[in-house]
């Protein structure tokens, strides 16, 4: 009589220790690599042509990855991508980098942003704006807007994390498209306050476990994405806001960098 299959056992917790260890002391390395190499790249290219954040949306410690992403091999990728934007090297120094992190709890998403809080200098913690979406109220966009604006001309590379992004309100979302878009910017007393320094993470829970249930990284992107979509259309007040649909697709696409909470 055919025996059904052992279940796996827990990986022992000197195992657990190790791996975690070995990753971030991989990070580091990386981390150190990546520093020279752009030092490098100073002595032979004018300071402009280096596309580097400075301020403290560059300054995250890369340990925080270890703390932050899932050590998956699978997502190996995602990781290094994710590093390159600790660093401050992004792909349009014109926009501000977007970063969802997909959780399987809230207590997940609510780990990783303590954890970003605490890869900050403690010269950059005033310089951390975090927004929790579900105490946003259809007729706060416009003190949305003043609190963001206020705090980019503090902090204009500052690091702002939205918590739960899946129950932002309707009318909230053209406040942080407008925060992720190239060139963006909000408008203070008739002057410019750009937005497009800053670093922005959003944490979202997949309720489903359909997305961290992919088998790969442009799979579990791509489910991660349409996830936050579907949940940004299931607001109750979706209906209210026209063009509802357009505003939410927008807003993924600016969310350039997916990867999965611990």
Known sequence: MAGHPAEARPKPEAYVICRNLLAET???LRYGVHNLWRRAQKMFK???KVEQV?????????????????HEPVYEGLRASLQDIWLGHKEDP???AGVLLVGRSEAANAAAAVALEKALPSSCRSCLLSFKASHGH?????GVQKLLAGFLQRCPQGVVILEDVQKLHPRLLPVFINALSEHGHFEVDGKAVPSWG????????????LALSQ??????????????TAQLLAHPSAEQVPGYKAHAEAFRRRLEYVAPCR
């Open 46 to 48: 004018p300071e402009e």
């Open 26 to 28: 991989t990070l580091r």
């Open 215 to 228: 088998p790969g990284e442009e799979a579990f992107k791509k489910a991660a994405k349409r996830a936050l």
């Open 94 to 96: 014109h926009k501000g």
């Open 54 to 70: 400075k301020g403290c949306a560059a300054q995250l410690d890369a340990g925080a990855l270890v703390a932050i992403v899932s």
């Open 198 to 209: 800053a670093l922005y993470v959003a944490t979202m829970l997949d309720s489903d476990g």
């Open 138 to 142: 259809a007729d706060a966009p416009g």
